[in-house]
């Protein structure tokens, strides 16, 4: 098996957590979807898997945070380009998220970030790795 991840994420409604990523551009997995769960591919090798809290409690016998409340962990999403970042962040508030912020833009690197409808954190970004590896090899102070 390729090296992958599967990150299960706490949601209130299933249905409604599962359109709110298929909006955002995550396809439908149903061998890994049924009773309780969904499961939505952000790549060949990246998915999400949607539980309702009765179904992630059998994962784990830790308390389930509300993360509209509590931070548990955020999720950066690379995409290839700033136009990319603007359109999942518009259709993430489109279909029920929440923006946390604007675009911040440092030159190399261009971001966002929102929440889906339970309060989990993204930030899609684009980096143009070049930029970046110049920007750092350059002294403090330079220009």
Do not use: C, Q
Not at 17 to 40: H, K, Q, T, V
């Amino acid at each position: 098996m390729t090296k992958s991840i599967f990150i299960n994420l706490p949601v209130t409604d299933v249905a409604r957590s599962a359109a709110f990523y298929a909006a955002i551009g995550f396809e439908p997995d149903a061998r890994f979807s049924g009773d309780g769960a969904a499961a939505l591919r952000w790549s060949d090798t990246i998915t999400i898997m949607l539980a309702s809290h009765d179904r992630y409690a059998d994962l784990t016998p830790k308390r389930i945070i509300d993360a509209r409340e509590a931070s548990g962990a955020l999720f950066a999403l690379g995409l290839d380009s700033r136009a990319a970042v603007d359109a999942i962040s518009e259709a993430a508030v489109a279909a029920g998220g929440r923006e946390l912020h604007g675009a911040e833009d440092h030159g190399f690197m261009y971001a966002r970030a929102f929440e889906d409808p339970d309060g989990h954190g993204f930030g899609p970004m684009w980096l143009d790795a070049g930029a970046f590896d110049a920007a750092m090899a350059r002294p403090a102070g330079a220009a």
